[in-house]
Structure formats: C-alpha cells, structure tokens
C-alpha cells in the first residue's frame, strides 16, 4: 500500500526523502511526491507515475528545508494523477497519509461550509483542512491535530508538517502501521522499517491508536486519548533486507528461483533434521484437546490455507474452516471457545486479516500468526507466531512467500497430528523426510524453465484461461490463475476438476487453454477423465504431471510439463511453481509490469 516517510534532519530531506521512497517501492503505487519546509513555506512537488517522474520534477526546483515528508500512493479516493498525489496542503499544514477516512464525505461538507476550498478528490485532503481550522481556532498544533484524530473514522498513518515549526512532525496510525526511526539529533518517521534503513536501525513501533510528536531531540508519543505512553525502541535489521534483482531481469524471477533456498531455510526452523521430526516452537496453548482450527487470510495467502485444510482434516483428522479474511468477520461466526485461529499474511500488516485477528481474539480463540515479518502488527498482536524466512518479497505477485507458508503449514500439521495422536512416529518421519526433499524437486523443476517458458507462448495473448484440479490440487488451480491474471491481465479461472461439468466446460473451445494440475495421487484417474472431456472439445490442453506418469501417458497431442515424483504430501509446494513460472513467462511475453502490476499493491492495508 502507500508509503510513507517523514523527516526531520540537520541537511536537505529531499534526497534522503526520495531515497526512502525507493526503497518502499516494492509496496506497489501509482504516483509520489515529497513536501519540505522551506524559509518561505510549505514547498511540495508530485508526479503520477513511478520515482523517476517525480525525480524528473524536482530537477528544478531548489529544496534546502531539512524537514520534510514524502509519500508513495496507491489510489483509492480520486485518479491516480498529480492532483491527487501526496502530499496533501491546507492553509499552514501538509500531510501524507496512508488509509482510507470512512467518515470524509461529512466531514468535507462541513470543512465546505466553512469556507475551506478543496482541490483533490482524496479524503486525505479534509484531514489536513480539519488540522488548519484547529490551527485558526487558536489551538496549538498537537491540540490542532488531537482534535482532528478524534473526528476520523477509518484507518490511517498519518505523517503531517505544519509551517512555521521546523523542529516539529507528528504522526498518528490506527488501523495502519507507522513507526518511529531513532537518530543523532534527528528523528524520522515511516511506514516501514525498510524505509527509515535509509536513516537509522533504531525504530518504534506505534501501537493501535497511537500518535508521537517529533522533535530533532525528542519522541513524545500518546495514546488516543492523549495520555503519554512508553513504547519500547528495538534494533532491526531491515537494511539486510535490501536487495536488487541479482542477474534476473525481475524481482519476481529472482523470487521464483530463490525458493530451494528460502523453503530450506524455512522448514529448517521447524524439522530437527538429524531426527526427521517437526519440532514446533513453544506455544502458550496446546494441541490435544483442540477441536476446531479457524484459517483465515487474503489472495495467495487464502488459497495457501485451503491446501493446508487439507492437512488438517487428513492427517491431524481434525476440522478446518478457511475463510477470506475480509468475508470473515462479517458473517460474524459462532467460534468454540479455546479454537485454533490462524493468519497467514506475508507482510503481516493487511488490514482485513488484522480485523478477523481482533474479532477471534473478542470470541476467545487461540491466535497464531504466518507471517513473513516478525515485526508486523499481526505477528506483534498473535498469541503466537511461526515466521517465514522467505526474506523479503518485492514482486507484488507473491512467489517464494506462498511456498515458504505452505512449508509452515505442513510442519504445523504434523505437529498437531502428532499431539492429537492421529499420526505414528514412522508415518511422521515418513512425512518429514517428504519435506526435506521438497527444495531438491523445486531445484529441478527450475532446470525446466526454457520448456515452461515455450509452453507459456502459447497461454500468452489467451483471452480466457481455465485452470483445473482435484483434492489438494484445487487450491493450485485457484492459484495458478490468480498469478496468471495478476501479471499478465489475462482473464483466468481455478476450478475444481469435478465441477468442469456444471459450468466451465460451456467455455471450452479451440482458442482456450486449459492447464490441468495432475498428480499421481489417489484423484489423478478421475481428473484425467476430466482431461478428455476437454480434449473431446478441441481445448488447449497443459498437463503438470510427475515424470513417470508424463512419460507413460507420451502424448503429442497436448503440451506437458512433468515434475519430480514425490509424496503427494507435499505436492501444493512442488506444483506451485511451474504455475508461477507459467505466470511469469506469460506475463514477460505479453509485456506487462511483471513486479508492479497495474491497480495492485503488495502489501493490502486498507478494507
């Protein structure tokens, strides 16, 4: 989602401003700007478009301030045009902000009766409207913006500057992250660690409801009622995270092959290894009186819980529900007390998800968050976290952090299953050495991207797509089209292979590829009968098999892609990534923004 930066230095904010900015681009935007404060005031340039077009505007204008804000926006009120870029001015005030004001409307009406002229169509801009009347009023500009912070609904990050008050910036999150960057007689703010690396290793995550006042040699923060709280200033170890794409001509490449690597690192925190067992951390609850396990998560993360019910149900024999986190909360649904609720997320901070997290947490549940970031809110507001060690993910479409929750998944399932008692110590090791494996198949399967890459041709320039599966292989089929639609904008669709006859099959013809998703498992002679009713309809048949059954079948008559022969256990992590590849190669053929695609973010912080 946007990104935002706040500074308050001893030399020019603009460079660093923009360095920062670039270093929050892999949160997906569609146009930036900067605000500084000059000796003759509030000073501000924006561009739609990526940083080098706001690079390109600020080449001639002159910004000595060395107090400043800069925002990166992913539009949500209002076209993503220079008019709606951040940040936002009012009388006196400049603001960047990150969310959604649910309430804007009234309170534009209002700020309209009062005479305050309004240029964008942003709920932004009344924000900072409200903090200049305060400012009129009489009121100082902590009170001024208190006073503001009370009339908001919704959820936001706030970063504002007020002219007249160069050693002063002030910040407010509810609902969104924003943190606090610690330096030598400097202070900062951002949306993420990853941006204040820029400055500083030294950060303060603000809590729910909170707001801080800045000075170059204070960090005054309240809760939302204004009272002084102490929040806890750690060392993070975000400027490791900053990574280039290496020799891939895309993040998202790079991402892809980095997977043997990141699913190794990942299931080696959670398997002993030298005994071929899970070894889970240590949970303030238990598993073996647990009745009922709560999924919930968004996108790629959602159809990574539909493969782990799966698990759950068949081999700890114990009860699922997985849900899209932002249905969830709405159906508002009776949950057992002492139940398992999981949160998958790979930034840790989407908005939905954090909302079903409180709505478990209000009915009593356990709560156990799957996050890629350990120092996001949901991993900070879980019982429990099982991070992912994917490292960071900057290609919006998520690759290498779906396998990375799908190895924690499968490790938690073997856990549970152990606890509970419905799997035997042989039948774990069995399981457990299927895991070890799976970075070594993801390794060859890589070695077959020329051929992936040939077969993807042939999807490229498609209009419609069908994706099908069986069993745990569904949620591939989902997943495989949301990656197809997501970088390529190739209309796609997942079904479950049995319901090809209830619907999908009416769109098969000659011009329409349809990738079937079959392993040799106990489904496969059902989804091959389902192949042959799309043969028998001229379909464009892709067959992701494993090696021995694509090499008994050796047919001509339609494209195959064969995969190592494992144990079906762990097939949703080995599966994966031909239908990534497919994606990728598709997308890079058509032309597309691989790693920003258009009208998507990476990290979803708004409802």
Known sequence: MCGIVGILGQNSAAPRLVESLRRLEYRGYDSAGIATLEHDGIVRVRAPGKLASLETALEPVRLTGTSGIGHTRWATHGAP???NAHPHVAPGVAIVHNGIIENFRELKAELTGLGCEFESQTDTEIVAHLISEGLKDGRGPRHAVHAAL???????????????????LIGARKGSPLAVGHGENENYLGSDAIALAVMTNKVTYLEEGDWVVLSRQSVEIYDADGDPVDRTMQHTNASALLVDKGNHRHFMAKEIAEQPE???HT????IDLAEGKVDLPDFPFGFENLERITITACGTAYYAGLAAKYWFERVARIPADVDIASEFRYREAPMVPGGLSIFVSQSGETADTLAALRYCQANHQNTLGIVNVRESTIARECEAIMPTFAGPEIG????KAFTCQ??????????IARAKGTLSSTEETELVDALIGVPRHVAEILKEERHIEEIARTVAGSRDVLYLGRGISFPLALEGALKLKEISYI???????GELKHGPI?????SVPVIVIAPHDDLFDKTMSNMQEVAARGGKIILITDKQTAEKNGSTEFAQISVPVTNPFVNPMIYAVPVQLLAYHAAVFMGTDVDQPRNLAKSVTVE
């Open 396 to 399: 919006v479409a998520s690759t």
């Open 81 to 83: 045009n220079e008019t």
């Open 506 to 510: 009416a769109l098969i013809d000659e």
């Open 150 to 168: 009370k009339r908001l609904e919704g959820a936001f990050a706030l970063a504002i500057m007020i002219e007249g008050y160069p050693d002063l």
């Open 491 to 497: 209309h796609a669709e997942g079904y479950a292979a």
């Open 262 to 264: 990141v699913i190794g």
């Open 406 to 415: 799908l190895a924690v998944l499968a490790c938690l399932a073997i856990g």
């Open 267 to 270: 299931l080696a925190e959670y």
